[in-house]
């Protein structure tokens, strides 16, 4: 008789602690940190979860969804003209700053074909592989018309390099010291549009002046070059020291180009007088 009382007891007691046990494997086992259904009574009550959107509809669906800068990314390359493919080539030229044809002053200027300069910003010199030459006094504007049409070259998918005559000579004479010029010049066949700044600035030393020659030589019917001077065709012999060198290169660059030339006085000089300088005549 104790016997079976004691069985009895036995198995009254033992429906709640399985219960227990369940509960509480239902606690810490389903989400891995003490975390509980909150179906039923007498159970932990939980705090959803703020919701943050799209995201955590994907996720709950078990779907990956990109993250947002991902998606911000794919956006901006859908974007042909303001895309993140054009924006990273324009960081990549060099632009010593952000100019835009649109921007540029042509009440400015004293005499401008602004037909040819229109037609130049359509970007048909450069799938012909032809050059733009721009002369005119320092202040007229030259740069700013370059750089324009080099950001909308990056803008039409060209690979563009920016540099000042200054720095086109040291890197040609880096490549030469180092035994690798005609390796160079063919690597920059990769960009269908070299700008040249400011030819002229001051004069060159021959060799320097050759290493030019070899940059435009190298470029004739291949790629196209943007060259700006302060100085007149007629002055380039003493720009590149030598008559002969000047020639060579005025004859390969103006046989395929467009010479735009920029008569005015010095826009960044328009509110201080000029300071008694006059602007010379460009031929």
């Not at 069985?7 to 709640?16: K, N």
């Not at 947002?68 to 003209?81: G, I, M, Q, R």
């Not at 070259?153 to 000042?164: M, N, S």
């Not at 040609?172 to 010291?177: E, N, P, Q, S, T």
């Amino acid at each position: 008789m104790a016997f079976i009382l004691s069985a009895g007891i036995l198995a009254y007691m033992s429906g709640p602690m399985l219960e227990s046990r369940k509960s509480g494997y239902e606690c810490g086992g389903r989400a891995g940190g003490g975390l509980a259904d909150s179906h039923g009574e007498g159970h932990l009550q939980l705090i959803p979860k703020p919701s943050t959107g799209a995201h955590d509809d994907a996720t709950s669906s078990g779907r990956a969804t990109p993250s947002a800068s991902a998606a911000t990314s794919a956006s901006a390359s859908a974007s042909p003209l303001g895309g993140s493919g054009a924006e990273s080539r324009i960081r990549a030229a060099g632009f010593p700053a952000p100019k835009a044809l649109e921007d540029f002053d042509h009440d400015y200027p004293r005499s401008l074909d602004r037909e040819a300069v229109a037609m130049l910003g359509k970007l048909h010199f450069i799938t012909a592989k032809e050059n733009v030459v721009l002369l005119g006094p320092p202040g007229t504007g030259k740069t700013h018309l370059a750089v324009a049409f080099g950001t909308r070259a990056c803008q039409a998918g060209h690979q563009v390099l920016f540099a000042t005559v200054a720095e086109w000579v040291a890197r040609l004479a880096d490549a030469k010291a180092a035994g690798r010029l005609t390796e160079e010049l063919a690597r920059l066949d990769r960009y269908p549009l070299l700008i040249v700044d400011a030819l002229g600035c001051f004069p060159l030393q021959a060799e320097e002046a050759q290493l030019i020659f070899r940059l435009v030589a190298h470029r004739y019917e291949r790629g196209s070059l943007i060259v700006t001077s302060d100085k007149p065709l007629s002055n380039w012999d003493l720009v590149l020291s030598d008559t002969a060198v000047a020639s060579a290169v005025i004859d390969r660059l103006v046989h395929h180009s467009e010479i735009i030339s920029v008569e005015g006085d010095n826009y960044r000089m328009r509110d201080h007088g000029g300071f008694g300088f006059t602007s010379p005549a460009v031929r």
